[in-house]
């Protein structure tokens, strides 16, 4: 069988905040949406921006993390896998389709006063802490000053 790949890379803005339940089994399981923006120019020339809503879904501890620090508004950048599934509809019968994102890796980007805390979490089962105020950048560039003689053109 030929290799195939199943792989999402979104970096977007999260449009409501997260939906956190746990399965029969304990799992804890998050859902929300991200917004990701696009621009285009349309027949007259002018640039129009359009706004595609995706689907996401997290498990175990990257939906602890999501719980945590993800909110309305937070910047994430997002690695996963599309999955669609489908069901019977209760009330009419009819068939009905999700597709979604299943993540497998999470950055937070958003600043701590956005409501994140610079957090990575991969699908290694291993996360780093950012522990640096998010607004402060690194120290050695904040104090070194270029001059006109220092370009060197």
């Given at each position: 069988m030929a290799k195939s790949v199943n792989k999402v890379i979104l970096l977007g803005n999260v449009g409501k905040d997260?939906?956190?339940r746990?399965?029969?089994g304990g799992t804890m399981v998050a859902n929300f949406t991200l917004a990701t923006s696009d621009r285009q120019k349309d027949p007259q020339g002018n640039w129009q921006d359009r706004t595609e809503w995706h689907n996401l879904v997290a498990f175990g501890r990257?939906?602890?993390?999501?719980r945590?620090?993800?909110k309305k508004g937070s910047k994430l950048f997002v690695e996963g896998r599309i999955q669609t599934r489908s069901w019977d509809d209760k009330e009419s019968g009819q068939k009905r389709y999700r597709t979604e994102i299943i993540i497998n890796d999470l950055s937070l980007l958003s600043g701590r006063e956005e409501g994140a805390g610079g957090y990575s979490r991969g699908n290694q089962g291993q996360g780093n802490y950012d522990q640096r105020p998010a607004a402060a950048g690194d120290e050695f560039a904040q104090s070194a000053e270029i001059s006109d003689e220092d370009i060197p053109f």
């Open positions: 997260p939906e956190i746990s399965t029969p990257t939906a602890e993390i999501i945590d620090y993800v």
